[in-house]
């Protein structure tokens, strides 16, 4: 079994900052690229950063030079610093996880929840 614990979000003032975390919770989970993905109301789920298991990382240009994504391997967990937040930023922000379960053969890829992100003008 295996859970994505997000936490952080919440609601800050354009220009202000957000941190987000995510733990991947569950013994038998080997855990590949972590990231970060969001959705606004009436649009798809978008990438927002990811971050490979050797550091190497992948922003949406959106996001370039605002936001960092880091990780902690021996705790399974992701994080997110979101700075110079704009209003275009709210978005329910995803945890995304691409693991191989010990028992399986194949990676999986795995969501946490969602986290409401909400930037006012």
């Known amino acids: 079994q295996v859970q994505l614990v997000e936490s952080g979000g919440g609601l800050v003032q354009a220009g202000g900052s957000l941190s987000l975390s995510c733990a991947a919770v569950?013994?038998?989970?080997?855990?590949?690229?972590m990231g970060w993905f969001r959705q606004a109301p009436g649009k798809q789920r978008g990438l927002v950063a990811t971050?490979?298991?050797?550091?190497?990382?992948n922003y949406a240009d959106s996001v370039k030079g605002r936001f960092n994504i880091s990780r902690n391997n021996a705790l399974k967990t992701v994080y997110l610093q979101s700075h110079s937040l704009k209003p275009e930023d709210t978005a329910v922000y995803y945890c995304?996880?691409?693991?191989?379960?010990?028992?399986?053969?194949?990676?999986?890829?795995?969501w946490g929840r969602g986290t409401q992100v909400t930037v006012s003008s």
């Open positions: 971050i490979a298991t050797d550091g190497s990382t």
């Open positions: 995304y996880v691409r693991g191989r379960l010990v028992a399986e053969r194949y990676e999986t890829t795995f």
């Open positions: 569950g013994n038998a989970l080997s855990v590949n690229t």
